[in-house]
């Protein structure tokens, strides 16, 4: 059929209102998932290191304390800084020499020198906690102080059960870890529950919106164990002492520990299932974008890990190009982000009714709002809780382009119409 000439920018104009309408998608839509955003690290939440010395301590000592723990904490996500107690009196972090339980009065004691346990340590979490690091008794000579900062600093970074976390979080879908108590029957059930979100889990991979190839692992750490994870128990909230009933905690990703700390009858598998499935999810899914960048273990990322994860995910996560993307994509969520804690809403649990679909994500219902930082979980009344954050609704820019293309459409068909009728 010939084509009348002046009828040629209708027709021009109808196939590139089709082609806008067929690409407003792709350009819209997210090609990472949690998991991937979460092996990105943007330097948002970092633990801090902070060595006191005073005016009695040894230059060489100064020396050795900046230069060693810098060296020593180059590959992980701690940040180290040397405080001179008698010269910066006024700084933030003076305040952390509390933990130490040095004096009653630290300030009072700074102004007259009486604390004579320089050099000190305290190892401070993004959300506040402390913990204070044994360096050396006073007197010692600089050699037994740099094998006992080298040996502090080791413990900090790593533990048989952390490496385990990291070896397998840069290939797996995830880790469920879980700490068991004295209690012998709650361990099993607890097990029990573990395995079965994993097993979960790993039967619906294959409808995930990015092909993940590891699913889910279990990592226990046993009683006979704890004293070796004290660091990593810290990082959780926990007290290896006061640990009567199995916890339990998703991590994926960098390291990061994803939700609540789940204790005693709240570890079932459809608490576990709910965060799980989050950590498979696209980062367009409505969910917070600040959850993409749950905290991360106090831990040494080296190259060989990186290579194991750029492997895994198919691109090279210390990109500064994907730097970029995802600190784009991260910091939507919230208009004060980075410089508040991360939030979440809680939801309460409830088995999944027959006839759902087979998504396999368990039913959640909204029951409080946004809590400050990723808290272990708290003692309260009524259902058990999980830190699963809250769908938010589209974002005015996917409502923009709905009602763009939907315009776009109509405009198509008007077109449409008109030629035909001048046929």
Known sequence: MKIDSCKLPRIMVLMTCIWCCVQAHPVFACRYNVREVGFVDLGIERYRLYGYVDKNTPAEITSSFEQISYA?????????????????????????????????????????????????????????????????????AARDFEQALRSAIDDILSSPKRNE???????????????????????????????????????????????IAHPPVLIEVSQASLSQENVLLWSLGLDKDKLDQPHAAVLYGRGRWIGPIFKGEQITQDNLTAVLFVIGEDCECGFDHRWLQGTMLPARWDENLLSVAAESLGFDPESPMIKTEISWIVGRGSSSYPDVPLGYQELVVESQPEGSDGAGHPQAAIEDAAHPGLQPAQE???????????KQHPSWGVALVASLA??????GLFIVFRARKNL
């Open 72 to 140: 020593a904490l180059l590959e992980s996500n701690i940040e180290v800084e040397i405080i001179d107690v008698n010269q910066q009196k006024d700084h933030p972090a003076i305040k952390y020499l509390d933990s130490l339980q040095l004096v009653a009065k630290p300030r009072a004691a700074l102004a007259t020198g009486q604390i004579q346990t320089f050099p000190s340590a305290v190892l401070v979490s993004p959300d506040g906690q402390t913990l204070a690091v044994p360096l050396t008794k006073p007197g010692s």
């Open 165 to 211: 976390i990291l070896q397998q979080v840069a290939k797996a879908y995830g880790v469920v870890l879980l700490i068991e108590s004295a209690d012998g029957e709650q361990n099993k059930k607890a097990k029990e529950a573990a395995r079965g979100a994993i097993k979960q889990v790993a039967g619906q991979m294959e409808y995930l919106p990015k092909p």
């Open 380 to 390: 309260k009344s009524g259902p058990a809780t999980t830190g699963v954050p809250a």
């Open 406 to 411: 939907a315009l776009i459409i109509a405009i």
